[in-house]
């Protein structure tokens, strides 16, 4: 298996993380990988606000059900998107980035965990005030990484039910 299809197939989502700090080069690479993803007219309007500060983490995680593994994480990278700048692709764009993100990090032999923001509005604008983001600036998705604590067998996905050539139902 190729590299880059071994980290497509064994990448998961980790929940459970080691009390150990990820150095500074491992953040920047996970960010380089997100502006590296492919972006709809090239419009790149990716930002990213890095959370390492515990305070900062427990107060996300007060307005989002389902982050409570940022608890044991060193930190979090807030994947937002410039809705003004991208009002056409930025959901796409920023899925891609994200993506690109949770392999660099498997990459580094890191865990991650892609958690939802944007979809829910209480918690978009939540989190825009806790990390004083402009209202234009949308949090697409809290990227949990650390060092994990767990490790999966990759699920079996594959469904050629699923699978079609040239038109659906055909085999
Ligand atoms: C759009 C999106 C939102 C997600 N939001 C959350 C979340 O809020 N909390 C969480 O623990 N996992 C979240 N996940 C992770 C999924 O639960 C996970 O990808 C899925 O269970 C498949 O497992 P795998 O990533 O290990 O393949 C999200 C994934 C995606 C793509």
Not at 57 to 72: D, K
Not at 121 to 128: I, K, N, S, Y
Request: charged share 20%.
């Amino acid at each position: 298996m190729s590299h880059v299809m071994d980290a497509i197939v064994h990448r998961r989502s980790i929940r459970s993380y080691l009390d150990k700090p990820v150095s500074k080069e491992m953040i920047d690479q996970i960010i380089k990988a997100g502006f590296y993803a492919p972006s709809a007219l090239e419009c790149c309007s990716w930002h990213f606000v890095v959370v390492d500060d515990r305070k900062v983490i427990n107060q996300l995680m007060e307005v989002h059900p389902y982050l409570q593994m940022a608890a044991e994480a060193p930190c979090l990278i807030v994947l937002c998107n410039d809705s003004e700048e991208n009002p056409r692709y930025w959901i796409d764009d920023s899925a891609a980035a994200a993506q690109n993100m949770l392999l660099a990090a498997y990459d580094l032999g890191l865990g991650s965990c892609w958690c939802a923001v944007h979809k829910t509005p209480e918690r978009r604008t939540a989190f825009q005030q806790i990390l004083n983001l402009p209202e234009h600036l949308i949090p697409f998705a809290a990227i949990v990484i650390g060092y994990p604590n767990e490790s999966f067998d990759p699920p079996e996905r594959v469904d050629q039910n699923r699978i079609y050539h040239n038109h659906y139902g055909q085999h």
